[in-house]
């Protein structure tokens, strides 16, 4: 008899188990219908280097709101670039990694520590939500380093790893059964001492990302060139010279309502057309102008939620990069070093 009970009690918590299960999935990154698609075969909403977003108004800014703010939002890849910190710079961790754009004297987004906790902050809280990092390993750093940084944030347990030359992705709804949740790739450095930090050009390619306003949107294959892989990232985000000097191109936020609206929607369209693939990624600057979540929608065939994206008024507003060119000194001495390169920082 007490044996019977044991077993009853056992069924009885087994099958609620089930069932909290298969309701925690009801919705994977937002909506019911992707939960039985491959990761492959789901569009993510992508901000184009999501750690540059301060200080507001910057000059080579390309987002407004913070990382949590993206993931709250909707944003389910970012785009990071890997330096090692300034000299000089008091941090707790010398191994950890600074996010900066072309230089940190340009803009420097802070430690990857920071970042990396207020993921796993975001992970802990959304059980049913799946994260992609791409990285920029601009420093060349290794593999080793990324990996001490990550475990030192606990996200270990989150991390996914995919055989390599396998195209046989799992559902989102089976990444969110067995916890892991956070894909990375990265675009040079990977290691097979880390299985988990991917390289990207061997599952992912993408379309030219140097773009100046008022050009056409390509739907070409940039990186790797002429390779197609199975998914791909649409980079679609514009610069502009700043003023006189031609070779010094700065991010469009006064554009951005425009680029992320209709020519987004056009963009996506050619490309899939074109490539007769969806975009995997879809990496835009700015991206609470415009209608990016609602284009991601469509580019899954579902109906968009109707969650739209935070407006950065609490921040303090925003200024267009092509209406103020008013920088501190030492940011000012940064761009003359750097005026031969593209603050679009890949």
């Known amino acids: ?48 280097n999501a750690y540059a977003n301060r200080p507001v108004g910057a000059l080579a800014a390309n987002q407004n709101n913070e990382i949590p703010t993206q993931l709250k939002d909707g944003i389910r890849a970012l785009m990071l670039d890997a330096y090692n910190p300034p000299a000089g710079k008091n941090t707790t961790n010398p191994n950890d990694i600074e996010l900066c754009h072309s230089s940190c004297d340009v803009l420097d987004g802070g430690p990857l520590s920071t970042t990396l ?29 990324f990996q001490s ?27 969110i059964s067995s916890g892991k949740r956070l894909v990375n790739f990265i675009d040079a450095g990977a290691d097979a001492s880390v299985p988990w930090l991917m390289n990207e050009y061997s599952f992912v390619f993408e379309t030219p990302y140097s773009i100046l306003r008022g050009n056409p949107y390509p739907c070409t294959i ?13 980079n679609h ?3 502009a010279a700043a003023g006189s000097d031609k ?29 007769n693939q969806r975009p995997s990624f879809i990496a835009v600057d700015f991206y609470e102008k415009g209608s990016l979540l609602q284009t991601v ?14 407006q950065p008024t609490a921040r303090g507003g ?4 092509a209406n103020t060119l008013s920088v501190g000194a030492k940011t000012a001495g940064a761009l003359v070093a750097f005026a031969g390169m593209s603050l679009l920082a890949l």
Request: aromatic letters at 8%; glycine letters at 4%.
């Open 1 to 48: 008899m007490r044996t019977f009970a044991i077993l009853s009690a056992a069924t009885a918590l087994l099958v609620s188990t089930l069932v909290s299960t298969a309701e925690a999935q009801q919705a994977c990154n937002g909506y019911a219908e992707l939960c039985s698609k491959p990761y492959s075969e789901v569009a993510y909403a992508t901000t184009h």
């Open 117 to 145: 906790t207020q993921i796993k902050s975001f992970l802990d809280s959304n059980p049913n939500e799946v994260v992609t990092i791409f990285w920029e390993n601009a420093a060349t750093l290794p593999a080793s380093r």
């Open 149 to 175: 940084v990550y475990a030192a944030a606990g996200l270990t347990n989150y991390l996914y790893t995919q055989t390599a030359g396998s195209t046989s992705w799992p559902t989102l709804a089976q990444m």
């Open 222 to 234: 940039d990186r790797p060139k002429d390779q197609r892989q199975q998914m791909y990232v649409l």
């Open 237 to 239: 985000f514009v610069s």
């Open 247 to 275: 070779s010094l191109l700065i991010p469009q936020s006064g554009a951005a309502a425009e680029t992320n609206g209709q020519q987004l929607v056009d963009h996506v369209n050619n490309c899939q057309s074109t490539f």
């Open 297 to 310: 929608a469509q580019a899954n065939g579902v109906q968009w939620n109707g969650k739209a994206a935070t």
């Open 318 to 321: 925003n200024k267009s990069a």
